[in-house]
């Protein structure tokens, strides 16, 4: 697996991650929508965080991007809101041969592409998706010409083809059991190669732009709004309630807030400095919700992580100490002022296979005399002879209180000083990581294996811990993460998942997990969202053709 992509998205975790962060967007005038009669059309009104860099989906690397291009297209398949599981979409079902390598898709034979005219308003059917569009555009994404931001996860493929007109084939270099997953993915949406090809990269603009989604696109004013309409063609349009869904491109929180204050949105995001007026506010605070998922596509974990190669956290009772010694949830609620999550795995809720919310995983909670235990049977009883610790975190906002929330939390209950450093060490950091180190994840995929393979397997992932992969609880977890990524049974699956879970968070203490994000080492995820609204989740994006907007 190419991991070029994503390490770079770890590296800049001090400056936030590029794919969970809103894209930058340039101050304008607040966007104003054009009211429609009333009674004649059900409309949305939600804030981007940004402007997209891109409405081309093998170009989207951004959760902006991503939020408008999953309304428009239709992925082989999609992630079910409450079991993360995969479930058909474009694709009504699939099979994989014996050795695993083998994947097999058969779509649907009712789902057009549709071309809409801002200019006339009427939509055309112009034919139908086959699977030849989806080996176009994987081919597409292969190419590193064509520049694609996901091109490493394509990467793994040995080939793909259309053997009809609704089946395609794809054919794996190793087995995967958790590819279903990432044939849903935007960067293997299909596409319409004449249009890519007429237009050039003006294809995605309005008027020219083909869609087989739910939504057609009406208009894209740069940083200002986007507005769109509902597909009359989608092959389930009876089931699509909102007809106009207007996107702001506003990246300043406080100007989001007020919009929705004045009836110009119907969510946003509630700024850290704003939330206690929000919760004394006898409306707004019925109107109040703390939950990531209530963001964007992104799936995502904020923790700190051990440099396990580095004395004294070499030692994994030192390791388990530290962890135990950290109230998280009154780490959310001091420095986000409860606007956020606390973790106990590094997979959150919404990934398949993410032990997030079963009852039976702890990981380690906040229990001082097991701290204090456990740093005495490393030879360090009252942090006598512990040498100086090391905490590379942000320190920007509500992270810098953070950051000294967990130095106040070791010297009140295990006795020790933790030297805390700030991003601009990040370079330092690279060459030597300190003993411990903020790190995020934001999910490529919705599969644990992105978290625990890609990301933490000691020879295969990026293991930033520097875990040795010749450690006895290392082997334990590469067998376990390689079993799982070949188990076809989601059960099984699970189960093996938990394992590493609980050898990760838990027995061996790679990664303390401190909050579930939605975007990365930011302040808050507390949202309003306006009663009649009633919100559908979807771990790969805001797929709005399951919301609903009741009268009002």
Partial sequence: MAKNGRAVLVMAVLSLVAACAPAAATPTSTPRWTPMPEGELTTLNLNLGGEPPTLDPTLA?????????????????????????????????????????????????????????????????????????????????????????????????????????????????????????????????????????GFGSRWTEPGNLWTCGPYMLDTWKRHNRIQLVKNPHYYDASNVTIDTVNFAAVDEGLTAL?????????????????????????????????????????????????????????????????????????????????????????APPGVFGSPAEDPNFEGIPFDPGRARTWLAEAGYAGGEGLPELVLLFPTRGANELAME????????????????????????????????????????????????????????????????????????????????????????RKALYFQAEKILCEDEAIIFPLWYDSWLWSDSDAFLVKPYVERAYNPLGQGLARWRVKPH
């Fill in 61 to 197: 690397t951004d959760a902006v991007s991503q939020e408008v291009i999953v309304n428009l297209f239709l992925g082989l398949t999609g992630i079910h809101g409450d079991t993360g599981e995969v479930i058909p979409q474009l694709a009504t079902r699939w099979e994989v041969s014996e050795d695993g390598l083998v994947w097999t898709f058969h779509l649907r034979d009712d789902v057009y592409w549709v071309h809409y005219d801002p200019q006339t308003k009427e939509a055309e059917k112009k034919r139908k998706v086959t699977a030849h569009d989806v080996e176009y555009a994987v081919r597409r994404a292969i190419n590193r010409r064509t520049e694609s931001g996901y091109v490493w996860v394509e990467s793994f493929f040995d080939g793909v083809k259309a053997l009809d007109d609704y089946s395609v084939r794809f054919t794996l270099e190793q087995p995967a059991a958790y590819f279903p997953s990432i044939a849903g993915l935007w960067g293997n949406y299909p596409l319409p190669r004449e249009v890519i090809e």
């Fill in 258 to 346: 007020h919009m929705y204050e004045n009836g110009d949105l119907d969510s946003t995001r509630v700024p850290a400095e704003d939330l206690e007026r929000v919760r004394a506010d006898p409306q707004l605070s019925k109107e109040l919700h703390v939950d990531p998922t209530l963001s964007t596509t992104c799936l995502a974990t904020a923790a700190f992580a051990f440099n396990v190669s580095k004395p004294p956290v070499d030692n994994r009772l030192v390791r388990k100490a530290l962890a135990a010694a950290v109230d998280r949830q009154k780490l959310v609620d001091t420095a986000h002022k409860g606007a956020k999550i606390a973790a106990t795995t590094f």
């Fill in 405 to 492: 929330f967990l130095q106040q939390q070791w010297r009140d209950h295990l006795g020790i000083e933790v030297k805390g450093w700030g991003e601009e060490t990040t370079e330092q950091w690279l060459l030597d990581p300190p003993h411990m180190f903020a790190i995020g994840w934001n999910a490529d995929y919705p599969d644990e294996h992105n978290f625990m393979l890609d990301f933490c397997h000691p020879t295969e992932g990026l293991n930033f811990s520097r875990w040795n992969a010749e450690d006895p609880a290392a082997v334990w977890f590469m067998e376990v993460t390689e079993a799982a990524a070949i188990e076809l049974d989601p059960l099984k």
